[in-house]
């Protein structure tokens, strides 16, 4: 096996265990080792299959969400997800079966039962996802038999979402727990007639900061409607719309190529990846859309809004650029979808990125981020605190951007952050988002206050 | 007392056990935190405390799956322990259990015991715990773990003139400002658990492991301290660090509310005043004149209040002091964990008041939000979770507790001692006149002169 080449290693900061999944650009040979369990031990930022599950799921707005198990799955998920609703806010409240001690030694099924039976009395919830959860599995919950049992006395869709933590250290299985129950949902039932249309679905949007907004309004412009986003802003109605769609753009392809492979295979509903995330993403991702419906019309209007956004925020690009040139950053992001993502918009303001990683990324994505950088770069798979810690200081990163786990060590390096994470609140979707991500990296990068804290850091040892 | 019967548990008002342990163990000099279970359980917790205390917390698991519960946990629990042990190098390692390795039936003591025989790897103590979450909250988890902290050090010891003083899950400011006021008084003492540095980091040098905590060197002379200082008015007797101190090593146990509240500080600093034998000191003297001329300025805006209190028990019952004290009788008292002894004390505390207040335990925020709307209450005392309140009652909450997710510093929120009770008055009060500058002109519009303009006066 070749060898792999990582930073000069001192003892005890890095895991052996590890060298296979941190490579340097140009200095390691062969392929980065990921998509296995996280090393126990090794504080991995991973999370779990429910997880997984829960966040693919979680903004389907008027569904009720159910987690069947004790109550820290439930209070540590409730309302931490960023999606925005235009209707219903069902999907913000958090429910637990709130399995006790008794329910563990007895069984939690009678308890789910009742518990479905109380949610459908108080609230008539179009549908509810039953999670479940590492207990649920070990003492043998058949939650596909409660939840079946529910539909039929109910009459609504009470749909078993098979996310028991303990599957997999990573989420991913987690991702396809949730798709299967989605796939479930939008089943016609029999003898229902599928008239096709017009009409896209986006699947793997979130409608994080209303971004789904700005995609709809850009469709709309060019003449095309969206029936719905897995899973941003939907409801179980136009959810269960989806077999009709002519097309499916996927963004968050971790998250949903395998939906995406599975609406084409069932429905014939042909897909193509898109990414609306940076000015030049998303007038290729409009264009490629334009070219798939073949209409003229559509085609002219997408250029004129094209040359319109592009024109409105180059000069505030330009502006930041100028100030951002040469700043050095890291990515450490959930997939590699999204540090795909960011690769291109940071490099857009002239920022170098020099340390690039995900939780759940795969072969063939590291392959493809790698051809994006340049040489000298790390590329790490389920980094850990100890390994992030130590590439921010060694490569002399300015800013990253990632999730909040990942904020707070930057900011104890005095290092700017970006959030791209779960429950950020600003739209960076589209040529607007773009201007909006331009401002934020600015506001972080060039703050004040790191002038005080580099000096700070040099003077005071506690 | 509301007697909701419900089965599901709707919006959350607590967490779960073994968090408490983990940020038990956060308060030990040197000490990581391992969870043993599947690792959504630990970078869950990352995520909550992070979010509260803007600090990074390195919380580690042992990624037990599906091969594992099959065939038990050992061989990951012990590759955990090492990777532990080579990266952090800490001093002692607090391993707690999750729901998961509790039903698998793992047997801590045993795997630990194996571990430290064979590890070569000497010099840090690992301390298991039991919290499985199907038995309590965080609270639980967090006297849980306090107890066998002290109990792995104990041992009989030379009697010295210091005091033990145990704590609940509160705020590193209140702890720092706990500690300042027994240092005024000038007794000496071992606070556990102190996370006071650990939890809350100036900035400068960045180590992996946070400098702070209780030194075990202090926590192994507990034994032998003249008293404990506990503040656990509802900790139940099983779970009683102070109670099983004075019960093996005849520490005299003197358990006291939370010095938050005028009352409350005052119990604090005249048991620290028998101890120490010194008087009040003039800055705690003074403190005290400023928070008395406070309440007197404020007594009237603060008798509109009408405030729901939830949260950590403890806590809760102190806050329900303050406002008791200062004539903001609440409407409502809730707590998610299962507490009794907090709902037995809040009765005694409001024996007088006029309209005894909704009394909820086992709660979730479904029941808060619906005993808030029942007693009409105007302001709400607890953590980030009530920001349901606000959106459907128009509510303001002042925050305390954990978690503070929404709003910058819950580590530095401060309501201990004379002057930080006088602090959350302030914002109490302030928050009851923001909302009315708000809206009162609105209101004696709709209110008064709706009235007579139909007269047609205008």
């Known amino acids: 096996m070749d060898t792999y080449c990582t930073l000069p290693t001192v003892p005890d900061t890095l895991i052996e265990d590890r060298q296979g999944s941190i490579l340097t650009k140009g200095k390691s040979k062969g392929h980065i080792s990921c998509t296995s369990d996280s090393l126990a031990g090794a504080v991995s930022q ?34 931490i997800r960023g999606s925005l609703s235009g209707g219903s806010e069902m999907y913000r409240n958090s429910f637990s079966t709130n399995l006790g001690e008794r329910d563990i030694i ?70 396809r727990a949730a798709a299967e129950a989605l796939l479930k949902l939008i089943k016609p039932v029999e003898g229902q007639v599928v008239e096709p249309s017009r009409k896209l679905n986006f699947l793997g949007e979130y409608n994080l900061g209303g971004e789904l ?7 709309r412009e060019m003449g095309v409607e969206i029936n719905v986003a897995f899973t941003g802003d939907s409801t179980v109605a136009a959810l269960k719309q989806a077999p009709t769609a002519c097309l499916n753009l996927v963004q968050c392809t971790g998250s949903m190529h395998y939906v995406a492979n599975q609406l084409e295979k069932t429905y014939g509903i042909p897909y193509m990846d898109v990414n609306f995330f940076g000015a030049e993403n998303t007038a290729e991702s409009l264009r490629k859309i334009a070219t798939f419906y073949g209409d003229e019309e559509i085609r002219r209007r997408a250029e004129a809004l094209i040359e319109r956004e592009t024109g409105r925020i180059r000069p505030v690009l330009e502006r930041y650029r100028k100030k951002l040139a040469g700043k050095r950053a890291a990515i450490y992001v959930g997939g590699a979808y999204k540090a795909a993502a960011l690769i291109r918009q940071l490099r857009e303001l002239g920022v170098e990125i020099v340390v690039t990683g995900t939780q759940t990324g795969k072969k063939e994505e590291y392959e493809n981020l790698s051809s994006m950088l340049s040489e000298g770069t790390i590329l790490v798979d389920d980094a850990n605190p100890a390994e992030i810690e130590r590439f921010l200081r060694e490569m002399k990163v300015d800013i990253m951007a990632g999730g909040v786990k990942e904020r707070v060590l930057a900011y104890k390096l005095g290092v700017g952050f970006v959030d791209h994470n779960h429950d950020r609140k600003e739209c960076l979707a589209g040529f607007e988002g773009a201007a909006t991500f331009a401002e934020e990296v600015y506001k972080t990068a060039c703050s004040p206050v790191w002038k005080h804290l580099k000096k700070t850091s040099e003077e005071v040892r506690l | 007392m509301s007697d909701q019967a419900r089965m599901v548990n709707e919006n959350q008002c607590q967490m779960c056990m073994p968090l408490g342990g983990v940020l038990a163990f956060k308060g030990v000099e040197g000490a990581m935190a391992l969870v043993h279970g599947s690792q959504g359980c630990s970078t869950y917790m990352r995520l909550a405390s992070v979010e509260h205390y803007n600090e990074p917390i390195d919380i580690a698991s042992s990624s037990l799956n599906e091969k594992q519960t099959i065939h038990g946990g050992e061989g990951n629990l012990r590759k955990a322990l090492d990777n532990v042990l080579r990266i952090y190098q800490p001093a002692v390692i607090g391993v707690v259990t999750t729901c998961l390795a509790e039903t698998i039936g793992e047997d801590m003591q045993r795997m630990i015991k194996a571990y430290t025989g064979e590890s070569s790897l000497k010099g840090a103590d690992i301390i298991p715990v039991n919290t499985p979450s199907y038995a309590g909250s965080q609270s639980e988890g967090f006297w849980a773990a306090t107890k066998a902290i002290i109990a792995h050090y104990a041992r009989p010891v030379d009697k010295h003139g210091g005091v033990n003083v145990i704590i609940p899950h509160i705020s590193p ?51 032998g301290a003249r008293a404990t200082i506990q503040f656990g008015l509802t900790c139940p007797d099983e779970l009683s660090p102070g109670l099983s101190l004075q019960q093996e090593y005849g520490v005299p146990l003197i358990n006291l509310p939370l010095p938050i509240g005028l009352e409350n500080t005052d119990r604090f600093t005249e048991t620290l005043g028998r101890i120490g034998g010194r008087p009040l000191p003039d800055t705690l003297a003074r403190e005290r004149g400023w928070l008395l001329d406070g309440m007197a300025d404020a007594h009237k805006y603060n008798a509109e209040g009408r405030p729901v209190i939830y949260g950590e028990p403890e806590l809760v019952y102190a806050f329900a002091s303050v406002c008791v004290e200062n004539g903001a009788y609440p409407a409502a008292v809730a707590t998610g964990t299962q507490s009794s002894l907090l709902l037995a004390r809040v009765k005694l505390l409001l024996a007088e008041a006029d309209v005894q207040p909704v009394l909820l335990e086992k709660a979730d925020f479904a029941m808060i939000d619906e005993a808030a709307g029942e007693t009409n209450a105007n302001i709400a005392i607890g953590h980030s979770g009530g920001k349901l309140l606000t959106e459907r009652r128009d509510i303001p909450v002042v925050r305390m507790g954990f978690p503070v997710h929404d709003r910058i510093g819950g580590q530095r929120i401060l309501s201990a001692g004379y002057a930080g009770t006088l602090a959350f008055l302030d914002r109490f009060t302030n928050t009851l006149l923001e909302k009315k500058y708000a809206t009162y002109r609105q209101l004696k519009r709709e209110e008064l002169f709706s009235q007579i303009s139909i007269e047609g006066d205008q």
């Open chain 1, 46 to 79: 991973r999370a779990c299959v429910y997880c997984g599950a829960r966040v693919v799921l979680n903004p389907v707005t008027d569904a009720v969400h159910l987690v069947h198990g004790p109550i820290g799955c439930a209070t540590y998920t409730w309302d």
């Open chain 2, 173 to 223: 400011a209140d702890i720092r400002e706990i500690k300042r006021i027994m240092d005024l008084m000038g007794v000496e003492y071992t606070l556990l658990p102190d996370y006071s540095m650990t939890l809350d980091r100036p900035y400068g040098q960045y180590s992996k492991i946070a400098p702070g905590g209780t030194s075990r060197e202090d926590i192994a002379r507990m034994t």
């Open chain 1, 213 to 219: 907004w700005v995609v709809k309004r850009y469709l």
């Open chain 1, 106 to 175: 007895f069984g939690g099924e009678p308890k789910l039962s009742a518990c479905i039976d109380e949610i459908v009395a108080k609230y008539s919830p179009p549908a509810i996802f039953v999670y479940s959860t590492c207990v649920v599995g070990v003492i043998g919950d058949d939650i596909i038999a409660v939840c079946k049992e529910a539909t039929l006395r109910h009459g609504i869709d009470i749909i078993p979402v098979e996310s028991s933590g303990f599957k997999s250290g990573n989420k991913v299985v987690g991702y």
